[in-house]
């Protein structure tokens, strides 16, 4: 597998891991409060509001946060990436080796 496409290959992989990573916790979010219901979802949402939206934080404080989540999926995605990298080039040029 050439260079190229081993890097093609295990950003995609890195994409889909992130990907399926915050599906499962979505799924389980839901899960969670369909198992809690209706009003319990409800009285924990008025808390969050209360919390989070009557008294906004000041838009530094909310795009540093943003900023440094960003930064942190990026360093997932790229940690993922370089990490699938390195096993496909083994996996490649253990291949290799057994056909030549």
Request: without cysteine; aromatic residues 8%.
């Amino acid at each position: 597998m050439g260079r190229m496409k081993v890097k093609i290959v295990s950003e995609l992989i890195s994409t889909a891991a992130i990907g399926t990573l915050a599906g499962l916790v979505s799924h389980g979010m839901r899960e969670k409060w369909h198992l809690l219901g209706r009003q319990t979802y409800l009285a924990k949402e008025s808390q969050r509001f209360d919390k989070f939206y009557a008294n906004p934080a000041p838009a530094i404080h909310t795009i540093v946060i943003g900023l440094i989540l960003a930064l942190l999926v990026f360093a997932l995605y790229k940690g993922l990436a370089f990490a699938a990298e390195k096993l496909l080039s083994a996996f490649s040029k253990s291949s290799n080796a057994e056909q030549g």
